[in-house]
C-alpha cells in the first residue's frame, strides 16, 4: 500500500513539471511550423542570442568544472592549517543569494574592462563555490590507496588527478558541468545587469521580454531542449553524481 502511494505521489510530481512543458509545447505548434521557421530565418536576434547563451554555459560551466576539480582536490586530498574554516566560506559563498554578489560582480567587470560582454558573465561563474563543494564530498570517497600507488609511478599532482581521481569520478564531474550548466543557461538577472547591448544578450533575457503568442512559445521550446537533452543523455551520470554527494 505503501509503495503504490509512492508510485502514485511521484506521478503525480512528474506529471507537475512534465506538463508545462508539453504545454508550452503543443502552444507553438498551432501555427504549424512557422514560429520555428521565424525563429531560425527571420528572427536572427534570437539565433544570435541562443548562440550567445550556448557560448556562454559551455566555456562557464567547463571552466567551473576545471578549476573545481583542483580546488576539491586541495579541500579533500591535502592537510593544512585553515582547510575547514576556507570550506565553510565556500559554503557560506554558495549559500548567499545571488543577488548580494552581483553589485561586486559589476565593479569587478567594470575594472577589468570586460563590462557588456560575454566575459562578464563567464568569469565569475568559473569560479563558483557550488561545483567545488560538489566534487570536494564526491573525491573524500576516492580511496587514498590509489591517490598513493599513483605516487610510486609519476610526482605530477596534475597527472594523478587527470588519470586516477577523475576517472574514479567521472559521474560527479559530469553531474556538476551539466548542473553548471543549467544555471548559467537559465540566467537572466545577471546579464541584465552586467550587459547593456541587446546583442549580447543571452536567450533567456530576451525571452523574458517576448510578449505571449506562437512564436514566443516555439523560441521557449528550443529553450529548453539543450539543457534538457542533456539531463537525458548524462542521466546515470547525474544520479551516480548526486548519489556520491548523498552519501558523505
Known sequence: MVKRVSRLFIAILAAAFVLPAAAVIVASLKEGIKPYVDFFVWEPKYLRALA????????????????????AYVFSQIKFRGRGFLFYIYIIVMMMPFQVTLLPQY????????????????????????????????????????????????????????????PQMRGGV???????????????????????????YPLAVLLSKTG?????????????????????????????????????
Not at 52 to 71: D, E, N, T, W
Open 174 to 200: 559530469v553531474c556538476a558541468w551539466v548542473m553548471m550548466f543549467a544555471e548559467q543557461w537559465n540566467m537572466v538577472a545577471e546579464p541584465l545587469v552586467l550587459m547593456e547591448s541587446e546583442k549580447n
Open 52 to 71: 550567445v547563451s550556448m557560448f556562454i554555459a559551455f566555456l562557464s560551466s567547463a571552466g567551473s568544472v576545471a578549476v573545481s576539480v583542483l580546488a
Open 107 to 166: 565593479i569587478i567587470s567594470k575594472a577589468l574592462g570586460i563590462y557588456d560582454t560575454p566575459a562578464a558573465m563567464i568569469f565569475p561563474a568559473v569560479f563558483s563555490p557550488f561545483a567545488a563543494f560538489l566534487l570536494t564530498q564526491i573525491m573524500k570517497s576516492i580511496p587514498r590507496d590509489s591517490i598513493e600507488a599513483a605516487r610510486l609511478d609519476t610526482s605530477s599532482t596534475l597527472k594523478i588527478i587527470l588519470r586516477v581521481i577523475v
Open 212 to 248: 505571449p503568442g506562437a512564436f514566443s512559445f516555439a523560441a521557449t521550446a528550443l529553450f529548453m531542449l539543450l539543457p534538457l537533452g542533456l539531463f537525458l543523455i548524462f542521466e546515470s551520470e547525474i544520479l551516480e553524481g548526486l548519489e556520491g554527494y548523498r552519501l558523505k
